[in-house]
């Protein structure tokens, strides 16, 4: 008999860090719970598991249980750890305690994936088959010009093909890249590798290279390569493999031409 696939649910959990859960009737789980109290970090926890679904309730697990386990054993561990020295504190080494206790109170579901969004641009992940290397990714933006055209075809065909984006003097986009990374965090540090130099080489790669700049025009990559978001997206992807210092892996890139557009490449 076909084994039956697994079904994978997430739940996120928004709260405040260093907080108190709010009692019942006093809380607002949309915003978060706990609430923040003053000027504290608030994240979200986002849970993801797999199994098979119940046949009598038609549920995976009562999110509701989720909720109380991440509030309950998440929640506290977190706190703990950011008080000891909230200014430091390595997200890696954060979420992997954050697996273990959350995975071990969740039993007999299986936690596959526990993502902590630190902000709406940047977030650390840990994939049960992947503990200790930790997933980091953080967005960043580029402005440039392209213009969308084949030489070997005819005007009618570009135009037709392209539109408006075959304007011969081209067209801008705001664009948004996301780099993800992933990594043994520090002992120490608890970082995968530092903040800083982390975003200097994705600056010195990538941004410095494409920002404020005519594709067709400015950028060689882009001579004989039409400046699709898909190319757009390889050439970023190959500009920074190889990069990122030893143990640190190139895991995905991600390029936004619109809210709409997106293109990713994965490492194989």
């Given at each position: 008999?076909?084994?039956?696939?697994?079904?994978?649910?997430?739940?996120?959990?928004?709260?405040?860090a260093?907080?108190?859960?709010?009692?019942?009737?006093?809380?607002?789980?949309?915003?978060?719970?706990?609430?923040?109290?003053?000027?504290?970090?608030?994240?979200?926890?986002?849970?993801?598991?797999?199994?098979?679904?119940?046949?009598?309730?038609?549920?995976?697990?009562?999110?509701?249980?989720?909720?109380?386990?991440?509030r309950?054993?998440?929640?506290?561990?977190?706190?703990?750890?950011?008080?000891?020295?909230?200014?430091s504190?390595g997200?890696?080494?954060?979420?992997?305690?954050?697996?273990?206790?959350?995975?071990?109170?969740?039993?007999?579901?299986?936690?596959?994936?526990?993502?902590?969004n630190?902000?709406?641009?940047?977030?650390?992940?840990?994939?049960?088959?992947?503990?200790?290397?930790?997933?980091?990714?953080?967005?960043?933006?580029?402005?440039?010009?392209?213009?969308?055209?084949?030489?070997?075809?005819?005007?009618?065909?570009?135009?037709?093909?392209?539109?408006?984006?075959?304007?011969?003097?081209?067209?801008?986009h705001?664009?948004?890249?996301?780099?993800?990374?992933?990594?043994?965090?520090?002992?120490?540090?608890?970082?995968?590798?530092?903040?800083?130099s982390?975003?200097?080489?994705?600056?010195?790669?990538?941004?410095?290279?494409?920002?404020?700049?005519?594709?067709?025009?400015?950028?060689?990559?882009?001579?004989?390569?039409?400046?699709?978001v898909?190319?757009?997206?390889?050439?970023?992807?190959?500009?920074?493999?190889g990069?990122?210092?030893?143990?640190?892996?190139?895991?995905?890139?991600?390029?936004?031409?619109?809210?709409?557009?997106?293109?990713e490449?994965?490492?194989?």
């Amino acid at each position: 008999m076909t084994k039956k696939p697994d079904i994978l649910l997430t739940r996120e959990v928004r709260l405040a860090a260093t907080a108190l859960e709010s009692a019942p009737g006093e809380a607002n789980n949309f915003a978060a719970n706990p609430p923040p109290t003053g000027v504290m970090p608030v994240v979200t926890l986002a849970v993801q598991v797999a199994g098979q679904v119940n046949a009598d309730t038609g549920m995976l697990v009562n999110i509701k249980h989720i909720d109380q386990i991440v509030r309950q054993v998440a929640a506290p561990a977190m706190a703990d750890m950011l008080r000891e020295d909230i200014y430091s504190i390595g997200p890696g080494l954060l979420l992997i305690e954050l697996f273990q206790r959350c995975g071990a109170a969740l039993e007999p579901y299986a936690i596959t994936d526990l993502t902590l969004n630190v902000s709406p641009w940047m977030y650390f992940q840990a994939h049960g088959g992947e503990l200790p290397m930790i997933r980091m990714a953080q967005k960043f933006e580029f402005s440039a010009a392209h213009r969308l055209h084949n030489p070997d075809f005819s005007a009618q065909k570009n135009l037709e093909l392209f539109g408006k984006c075959n304007n011969p003097n081209g067209h801008g986009h705001n664009y948004e890249l996301e780099v993800m990374i992933a990594g043994q965090p520090d002992p120490h540090s608890g970082q995968i590798m530092p903040l800083g130099s982390f975003q200097r080489l994705i600056n010195e790669h990538v941004i410095d290279v494409l920002d404020h700049k005519h594709l067709n025009m400015d950028c060689p990559e882009f001579s004989n390569l039409n400046p699709t978001v898909e190319n757009i997206a390889r050439v970023i992807f190959s500009k920074l493999q190889g990069v990122f210092p030893t143990g640190v892996k190139l895991i995905a890139i991600k390029v936004w031409e619109t809210p709409k557009t997106c293109c990713e490449v994965r490492a194989g």
